[in-house]
Each structure stands twice: as C-alpha cells, then as structure tokens.
C-alpha cells in the first residue's frame, strides 16, 4: 500500500493509514493544552492566593509543590513583592491569556498570533526579571544543591523563556507570510 509521506518513495513496510480525523487530533491536543496552562495557572495562582502555604500540614499538595520550590527560591515563602506579584501576572493575566490563544488556535481566530506573542513576551519579561533580581542578589535565596538550584531555578524556568521565544518565532513567521499573501494579492488587483 502507497502512503501519504514524502518522499514518496520512502519504504514503509506494513503501512497502515491514519483513520482518525484531523479535528479530533487537534481538539485532543488542544484540550491537553488547556489542561496543562490550567494547571500552572492554578499552581501560580495558590501562591498568591494562599499566603501561609508554609504553614500547611503535609498532604496539602499545592502547599507541598511551593514548599518544595521555596528551596530553590525562598522569596515565595517570605512573600517577597517582586515575586508574588510578578506571579500574580502569571496567574491571573498569562493564565487566562494562554486559554484565550488556545482557543484562538483552535478556531483559527485572526488575533490568535498577536496574543500568542503578547502573552509570550509577558513571559520572558517575567523571567528576565526573575533571574536579573536573583543575580543582582548573588542568588542568595537560593540552596546550591544541583536540585534547587540547577533544576528547579535554571532548567525548570529557562522554559519560560525557550518556550514562548519558540511562540514569538512561530507567530512572526505566520503574521509576515500573512502579511506578504495579502501584500502579493493587492499588487495582483
């Protein structure tokens, strides 16, 4: 049997088609999406919301997550203002944001690429910030552990900015080839 992929010639032994529908693939991976910006959503909003996170039992899971990444930062035990309100932004304006671009995304809206870099270039302004008040601390309220430090801070939040830096590319590209299309028709009329 023939299959769809390039090149054509391509040797693919036992083929089997794809049979399940485009929109159901999409609306799929959408829904995780949504599940996942909801859960972090609700992860930075806790911390703002619930002040003496520190001071629950074991067994509160959300107090659990933040006590253990007040290891690697422990400005959001000590609720320090630049923090919980730079986590406020992400709870309560990028949260919602990344619902909106989702759903943009999945019904091909024509705002869904300028939202997705507004609320991309809130993010990498967040962690900029995040990371330059840190250093300019000498990352004093960080543990040197490879755990806390080089995981939870570095890693963990570099993809806040790896991630919406691929959105900012991703949503140029398709504004300037929209851009051009539309550009391209007018020279034709």
Not at 10 to 36: C, N, Q, R
Not at 84 to 93: D, G, K, L, Q, R
Request: proline fraction near 6%; glycine fraction near 4%.
């Amino acid at each position: 049997m023939s299959h769809p992929y390039f090149p054509i010639s391509a040797h693919l032994p036992g083929y089997v088609p794809l049979e399940v529908d485009f929109a159901y693939i999409l609306a799929t991976v959408g829904t995780a999406a949504v599940a996942v910006y909801a859960a972090i959503w609700l992860i930075s909003g806790y911390v703002v919301l619930v002040p003496t996170f520190y001071k629950d039992p074991p067994g509160t899971f959300l107090s659990d997550v933040w006590k253990e990444y007040a290891h690697a930062d422990s400005r959001y035990a000590t609720r320090d203002a630049f923090v919980i309100s730079m986590e406020a932004i992400t709870a309560f304006f990028d949260g919602p944001g990344c619902l909106f671009v989702v759903w943009g995304l999945l019904h091909r809206a024509p705002w869904r690429y300028t939202l997705l870099i507004i609320v991309s270039v809130a993010q990498i302004y967040g962690d900029v910030l995040y990371y330059a008040t840190c250093y300019l601390e000498d990352f004093k309220h960080s543990r040197p552990e490879m755990r806390y430090f080089w995981i939870y801070f570095v890693v963990i939040n570099a993809i806040w900015i790896v991630v919406p830096g691929y959105c900012i590319r991703h949503s140029w590209h398709a504004i300037s080839r929209a851009l051009h299309q539309s550009a391209s028709k007018q020279k034709r009329r």
